[in-house]
């Protein structure tokens, strides 16, 4: 049988190999060492079966550099090739990161010119994987080439920290082609520089692309740690809270924790009466970062919710905040139906010390039946019975490993 027969074979018994026996098969052709037995292993990467997928990969990361790259660069410049399958064979190169790199690399550079702009963006895709990019100098030759090549191009470039990618980066934020758009807006989501920060924050608007929404909420944010803040940033910060996506809105109001502008606040407050309960926590969270009436009374508020994680961050703030208000709420979540909150609660009075918690906590105590829960309250009891463990460290800590020990099993 040829080796081209023998590929044949192969591929098609990929195809129909009970799953069981399938992850041998791409070893079978990783030892062929053709260009089309590379399309075969790129291809079993999306094979039902796990195992077939891990061969796969095992296989790709382990390719021998001669006859393997080799076997490449000849179905990359054969006539016949299609693009979709050149686009597979570049992408098999990325994986040459441990045998065969340099060969690798070149190959990818030979095809950084492919005829087909969905090849050459494969290309960059894998010489990114390979942290080898192309010269900044064939980086900006390819800024006049299709939208997509274009974007996966300047990405590189802003990699390699290339002023002349970043002025062009910028100006494709408002690309027509949400793709490029979008590229551009990732390769420089993080960057703290102002001109860059207040271009991604203008791209931020409900008809943009959910990633781009996030990335431009993200440097409003960033806009909003700045001692000139406008008012406009938080206004608009306000109204990331309506998006539709929620994470988004956890984003939001996780980023605003550390902002220490009062008008925050006020996006926070509108953050905790969110429906969904993972941003109600997190905006509880952020409130205890306030020692503000406004957020004391949305924590009371909030020892009353719905859901347990957020009651639970409430009671816990309020320990934190050390409030004397907070006294009478702290008792009465003693009485949850969660072990979480009143646990969290307990530690919160032990850490106040007020003594108006003794008696509740001592019923508590005589009714547990739970070990962990009943050491949170009895380190509780000790912190009020006994002034000077007030000062040690507060066990709400433990708690919080204990429970997760707890669930891990």
């Known amino acids: 049988m040829s080796d081209v027969e023998g590929v044949a074979t192969v ?30 292993l790129v291809a079993a990467l999306t094979h039902p079966s796990g195992h077939v997928r891990f061969a796969a990969r095992d296989v790709l990361t382990s390719l021998e550099a001669g006859t393997d790259i080799a076997g490449v660069q000849t179905g990359l410049r054969g006539p ?11 992408w098999a190169l990325g994986w040459f990161r441990y045998r065969g790199h340099e060969l690798a690399v070149a190959a990818l550079r030979d095809a950084l010119w492919d005829r087909d702009p969905m090849v050459r963006a494969a290309v960059l895709r894998s010489l990114g994987r390979l942290e080898s990019a192309p010269t900044v100098d064939d980086l900006v030759r390819l800024l006049d080439a299709d939208p997509p ?32 758009g979008g590229c551009a807006a990732r390769s420089l989501a993080g960057v703290t520089e102002p001109r860059v920060v ?3 924050a203008a791209r931020y608007s409900p008809e943009a692309q959910p990633e781009v929404r996030r990335i431009g909420a993200r440097a409003l944010a960033e806009q909003a740690r700045r001692p000139d803040a406008d008012a406009s940033v ?10 539709p996506d929620g994470r988004l809105r956890l984003q ?16 926070v407050l509108t953050g905790w009466r969110d429906p969904d309960s993972d941003v109600r926590q997190a905006a509880v969270v952020a409130l205890q970062s306030w020692r503000d009436p406004r957020a004391i009374e949305a924590l009371f508020q909030a020892c009353e919710d719905e859901a347990d994680a957020v009651r639970s961050a409430a009671v816990a703030a309020l320990g934190q905040l050390g409030d004397p208000r907070a006294v ?9 139906r969660s072990g979480s909150v009143r646990s969290d609660a307990a530690a919160a009075l032990g850490r106040l010390g007020d003594r108006r918690a003794l008696e509740p906590l001592r019923r508590l105590l ?44």
């Open 11 to 40: 591929l098609e018994a990929v195809r129909t190999c009970p799953n069981a026996a399938a992850w041998a098969l791409p070893l079978a052709l990783g030892r062929l060492g053709r260009a089309e037995a590379i399309v075969g």
């Open 80 to 90: 016949s090739s299609g693009p979709r399958e050149r686009a597979a064979l570049v």
């Open 149 to 180: 090549v274009r974007a996966e191009a300047l990405a590189l470039a802003y990699r390699a920290e290339d002023e002349r990618a970043t002025g062009t980066l910028l100006g494709l934020l408002a690309h027509p082609d949400p793709a490029v």
């Open 198 to 200: 207040d271009a991604l």
């Open 234 to 243: 938080f206004e608009r910060l306000t109204s990331a809270l309506s998006d």
């Open 252 to 267: 939001v109001v996780s980023d605003l924790e550390s902002v220490t502008d009062r008008r925050a606040l006020a996006v």
């Open 328 to 336: 009478e709420p702290l008792i009465e979540a003693l009485a949850d």
């Open 366 to 409: 005589s009714d547990l039946n739970d070990p962990y829960e009943h050491r949170v309250v009895h380190r509780a009891l000790q912190q009020l019975e006994e002034p000077a463990a007030k000062d040690q460290p507060c066990q709400r800590d433990d708690t919080e490993d204990m429970r997760r020990w707890r669930w891990s099993g």
